[in-house]
């Protein structure tokens, strides 16, 4: 192998015209299974499209590297941070008499409109500078917020698990044995080795029904009209008041993961020794991502973000050319018009999902606790300790109460609020208006963690 004159640490870096053809369709192999196992596990969860997710995951990543002129090599794909409220509006959609599959089109509204808040970010940003911005949405709010999304996550993946603990405690110790004693590719993808294993268990042991995926055809399209934002739109028969309260329940998330989002910017830059927030530009990343993750919603696919697996197979490999991540992405796009491949990932017991679950929606709350540690959060402060603890306070409390939410009316709209959106808007008002220094967003760039995302 070509090692190119420059040198990062003392260590070659390699690039697509030094390493050859062949070498980057492999490399980009590697990137596509790096973030597979967490971008599928989304769909799975929330009963999304699986091609869809794979289809606007590749579409949405190059679209982002042609907004920052091919010069962040980073991947999209599916976000566990709005998965609450994915959940939130299936089961405020029950209780209006609406299926899981007539309820998620309108949480995908919400969805959509929580990446149009990308873009009056990215223009803030771009106005007025990514620090004055930030100085909004500290750690001691973020991460709060964060460790609320895990928690209240958590229940359903021990619901899945009692399905059957034996293959759920497989894809358990999978998962904790290839993350802490694998080596090389097998500690970046221990989620899909998870998965994988578990699922293996299970097809041996008679616990998987094939049935779906002999049905299913090699080559179809990745998605049905009618589980897109315009089939909902079309059929006229629009519920205002779910819809409203969609939008109002998940665009709060927004102000979680676009923090995130700086933190895997910055993450790559030290990875590969360049201020992308400077050049291309924190706003132009914004845009990548917000579009990305609006358009995936407008047709039935989760919401994207910046994926930390990929920035990790970057400093593994030391081939840090976005080339080999787009060609990643173009992996992503082909298989999602295989529908016998999704239906073979839809087939997956629900004991492997709950095994793997337990530990991401885990990671998701531990990332919030290392959020604010890494941030010297100080909560010797009261005004800190007072944001935090209304946050959580509010985030469980609401959630877990009898009704489940805060419910309104609002002419002849009934507005249900989930406890992550009451408690997101509270504490950044609080934050903003309690006396003292505020804590500052300082994201650190070598130990950036990703929400949601193992």
């Known amino acids: 192998m070509t090692k190119e004159k420059a040198n990062i640490g003392n260590e070659p870096i390699y690039d697509a015209k030094t390493l050859g053809t062949p ?13 597979f196992g967490a971008t599928v596990l989304v769909p799975i969860l929330t009963g999304l499209s699986v091609s869809a997710t794979l289809l606007f995951a590749g579409l949405a990543t190059l679209f982002m590297h042609l907004v920052t002129k091919k010069k962040v090599p980073v991947f999209l794909g599916s976000s566990f941070a709005f998965l609450g409220g994915y959940f939130a509006v299936i089961a405020s959609g029950a209780e209006l008499g609406l299926s899981q599959r007539e309820a998620l089109p309108y949480a995908c509204v919400g969805v959509a409109c929580a990446g149009l808040l990308y873009l009056i970010l990215a223009l803030i940003c771009k106005v007025f500078g990514s620090k004055n911005v930030m100085r909004f949405f500290p750690p001691v709010v973020t ?38 004693w694998g080596k090389g590719m097998i500690k970046i993808i221990p989620i899909l080795m998870g998965v994988l294993v578990s699922y293996l268990v299970a097809a041996v042991t008679g616990n998987v ?19 897109t934002v315009f089939g909902l739109f079309g059929s ?7 819809l409203v309260s969609s939008i109002v329940m998940i665009v ?29 530009g924190l706003h132009r990343t914004l845009i990548g991502d917000g579009i990305g993750t609006a358009i995936a919603a407008l047709f039935g696919a989760p919401a994207n973000t910046t994926y930390g697996e990929n920035t990790g197979v970057l400093v593994l490999t030391k081939v840090y050319d976005s080339k080999v991540v787009r060609l990643a992405a173009v992996y992503a796009v082909v298989l999602s018009f295989c529908p016998k491949f999704a239906a073979l990932i839809s087939a997956m017991p ?29 909560f010797q402060k009261s005004r800190n300790v007072i944001v935090a ?36 808007i509270v504490g950044i008002i609080l934050n ?21 995302k193992f």
């Open 143 to 180: 991460g709060p917020i964060i460790i609320a999304i895990g928690l209240i996550l958590a229940p359903s993946a021990i619901n899945n698990c009692s399905t059957n603990w034996l293959i759920a405690l497989v894809a358990i110790v999978v998962v904790i044995v290839c993350n802490i």
């Open 389 to 424: 603890a209304v946050i959580l306070g509010l985030a469980l409390g609401i959630n877990f109460s009898d009704a489940g939410s805060i419910s309104f009316a609002v002419g002849n709209m009934n507005i249900a609020l989930s406890g992550l959106a009451v408690a997101s």
């Open 432 to 452: 903003a208006i309690l006396p003292g220094k505020r804590e500052e967003f300082m994201p650190n760039q070598e130990n950036s963690g990703s929400l949601g």
């Open 23 to 35: 070498r980057m369709l492999v490399l980009g192999f590697q990137h596509l299974f790096a973030m």
């Open 209 to 227: 029904d094939f049935s779906g995926v002999k049905e299913a055809a090699w080559i179809g399209l990745p998605f049905q009209m009618q589980d």
């Open 350 to 378: 629900a004991a492997t999902i709950g095994g793997v679950s337990i530990i991401l929606y885990g990671m998701i709350s531990a990332v919030g606790v290392r959020n604010m540690v890494e941030n010297h959060t100080d």
């Open 252 to 280: 709060p998330i927004a102000f979680a993961t676009m923090m995130e989002h700086v933190g895997d910017i910055s993450a790559i830059s030290g990875a590969i020794e360049k201020n992308l927030i400077e050049d291309p």
């Open 236 to 242: 006229g028969n629009v519920n205002t008041g779910l």
